[in-house]
């Protein structure tokens, strides 16, 4: 039998070791024993029930709206059976739920569930982790107005502490990242400063400013934005850098979700610099991780960023998950590119093949036709020929506006 402390217990529960300490006392954990001063608990107990498990009152066993992203969810393969670690806290139990379903990309299960936590009776991180769900699900839609109520429904969520509108400002900074709007983003977050957060929060912050950082290189390379000090591909090339270290921790800390966004958005960035094959080790090891619970929605998310190479290389593991993949995609892009547009007030194109995006997208960070030839291993005429079709197909006036695009 495998055990573990109080202090272990306490954690995994989201209640104090004193806690504990008096539940072992008063013979209500099944299986503890006493060791000397201490106790040792079953690692597979559970919190002895009190009669509340239905009160949504209840406070979050973590300080956090973000629950998939924390260490419950630590082993890949067993979503499901993390999720029975909240039993004792109904709207933990269905947050988590909903979250992982997401990540699945059954969003058709996501919305009800969405709506129920924004009802009057949640408590402060349940209308968050609601309004996050709701944000989501306007993604796949495409609706602006649902992008509009979910964020008024967390800006309306009852803070009660510095920490809570810190929470609060970082839920709408990771909502606006997913479609890549950074204009509200709090000076704190855009620094990577995250003292003021819970320890639970950290994960999701860490994934999510990672994001931002890829938004300012993508800006830079594409010469949207000007940087002083920086021109090209540099800033892109300098990001691995700074996710290297943070991938590693998340190994540490077992959280599986931050360990897989920041894998893929490690690829992206080596990608994007023309390094495919420490690219692809990350890719790899991301859909590793993926496909044991079927978290075939974060996989959907990348799918544009990597011209092909993504479904290439889960064709290679699993082809039925590349169809899966496909399939979400073809409805993800659509939505992703009407709301991000309706946002920021421009088009995004959605009819790009992973090649026509490609070269648009080297196109747009300078490239010219002969080295985009080159990189690609394609004729110049091949390459003059898919910046024709981009202009085609997106109506702008030459490759001088495919970052606009994009």
Same mark, same amino acid.
């Given at each position: 039998?495998?055990?573990?402390?109080?202090?272990?217990?306490?954690?995994?529960?989201?209640?104090?070791?004193?806690?504990?300490?008096?539940?072992?006392?008063?013979?209500?954990?099944?299986?503890?024993? &006493?060791?000397?001063?201490?106790?040792?608990? +079953? !690692?597979?107990?559970?919190?002895?029930?009190?009669?509340?498990?239905?009160? +949504?009152? @209840?406070?979050?066993? &973590?300080?956090?709206?973000?629950?998939?992203?924390?260490?419950?969810?630590?082993?890949?393969?067993?979503?499901?059976?993390?999720? !029975?670690?909240?039993?004792?806290?109904?709207?933990?139990?269905? $947050?988590?739920?909903?979250?992982?379903? *997401?990540?699945?990309?059954?969003?058709?299960?996501?919305?009800?569930? %969405?709506?129920?936590?924004?009802?009057?009776?949640?408590?402060?991180?349940?209308?968050?982790?609601?309004?996050?769900?709701?944000? /989501?699900? %306007?993604?796949?839609?495409?609706?602006?107005?649902?992008?509009?109520?979910?964020?008024?429904?967390?800006?309306?969520?009852?803070?009660?502490?510095?920490?809570?509108?810190?929470?609060?400002?970082?839920?709408?900074?990771?909502?606006?990242?997913?479609?890549?709007?950074?204009?509200?983003?709090?000076?704190? #977050?855009?620094?990577?400063?995250?003292?003021?957060?819970?320890?639970?929060?950290? +994960?999701?912050?860490?994934? #999510?400013?990672?994001?931002?950082?890829?938004?300012?290189? #993508?800006?830079?390379?594409?010469?949207?934005?000007?940087?002083?000090?920086?021109?090209?591909?540099?800033?892109?090339?300098?990001?691995?850098?700074?996710?290297? +270290?943070?991938?590693?921790?998340?190994?540490?800390?077992?959280?599986? @979700?931050?360990?897989?966004?920041?894998?893929?958005?490690?690829?992206?960035?080596?990608?994007?610099?023309? /390094?495919?094959?420490?690219? @692809?080790?990350?890719?790899?090891?991301?859909?590793? $991780?993926?496909?044991?619970?079927?978290?075939?929605?974060?996989?959907?998310?990348?799918?544009?960023?990597?011209?092909?190479?993504?479904?290439?290389?889960?064709?290679?593991?699993?082809?039925?998950?590349?169809?899966?993949?496909?399939?979400?995609?073809?409805?993800?892009?659509?939505?992703? !590119?009407?709301?991000?547009?309706?946002?920021?007030?421009?088009?995004?194109?959605?009819?790009?093949?992973?090649?026509?995006?490609?070269?648009?997208?080297?196109?747009? #960070?300078?490239?010219?036709?002969?080295?985009?030839?080159?990189?690609? *291993?394609?004729?110049?005429?091949?390459?003059? /020929?898919?910046?024709?079709?981009?202009?085609?197909?997106?109506?702008?006036?030459?490759?001088?506006?495919?970052?606009?695009?994009?």
């Amino acid at each position: 039998m495998n055990l573990i402390t109080v202090k272990q217990a306490a954690e995994k529960w989201g209640v104090t070791p004193r806690r504990v300490q008096g539940l072992c006392k008063e013979g209500k954990i099944k299986g503890a024993t &006493r060791w000397e001063r201490t106790w040792m608990i +079953p !690692s597979h107990a559970v919190l002895p029930s009190t009669n509340k498990g239905d009160d +949504p009152h @209840i406070p979050m066993p &973590r300080k956090s709206p973000f629950l998939d992203m924390t260490n419950v969810y630590s082993t890949a393969g067993k979503a499901d059976e993390s999720i !029975s670690l909240f039993e004792n806290n109904m709207e933990a139990h269905e $947050l988590f739920k909903a979250q992982i379903a *997401y990540r699945r990309g059954e969003i058709e299960k996501v919305y009800d569930k %969405a709506r129920y936590f924004l009802s009057s009776h949640s408590g402060f991180y349940a209308i968050l982790g609601g309004g996050m769900l709701l944000s /989501q699900c %306007a993604i796949w839609r495409g609706d602006i107005h649902l992008w509009n109520e979910a964020k008024r429904h967390i800006c309306e969520a009852p803070c009660n502490s510095k920490t809570d509108r810190e929470i609060l400002s970082l839920t709408l900074a990771i909502i606006d990242s997913s479609i890549y709007d950074n204009k509200d983003f709090p000076d704190w #977050f855009t620094r990577g400063n995250f003292e003021a957060l819970p320890s639970d929060a950290h +994960p999701a912050a860490k994934v #999510f400013y990672i994001k931002y950082l890829y938004m300012e290189a #993508f800006a830079v390379a594409s010469k949207q934005y000007d940087k002083e000090g920086v021109t090209g591909l540099a800033l892109m090339k300098m990001i691995p850098n700074t996710i290297e +270290p943070m991938i590693t921790q998340a190994r540490v800390d077992k959280t599986i @979700i931050p360990e897989i966004f920041l894998r893929l958005s490690c690829a992206v960035a080596y990608h994007n610099s023309g /390094q495919r094959d420490l690219a @692809i080790q990350h890719i790899d090891r991301a859909i590793a $991780l993926s496909l044991p619970d079927g978290l075939y929605g974060i996989l959907v998310e990348y799918v544009r960023h990597f011209d092909g190479l993504l479904e290439e290389r889960l064709g290679i593991i699993d082809e039925l998950a590349v169809e899966i993949v496909k399939e979400l995609y073809r409805t993800y892009s659509i939505g992703w !590119s009407r709301l991000s547009g309706a946002v920021r007030n421009r088009y995004i194109a959605s009819n790009l093949t992973a090649r026509e995006r490609e070269v648009a997208k080297l196109a747009a #960070f300078g490239f010219t036709t002969k080295e985009i030839a080159t990189m690609l *291993y394609i004729s110049e005429s091949t390459v003059k /020929q898919t910046v024709l079709r981009v202009v085609q197909k997106t109506g702008v006036k030459d490759r001088s506006e495919f970052s606009s695009i994009l």
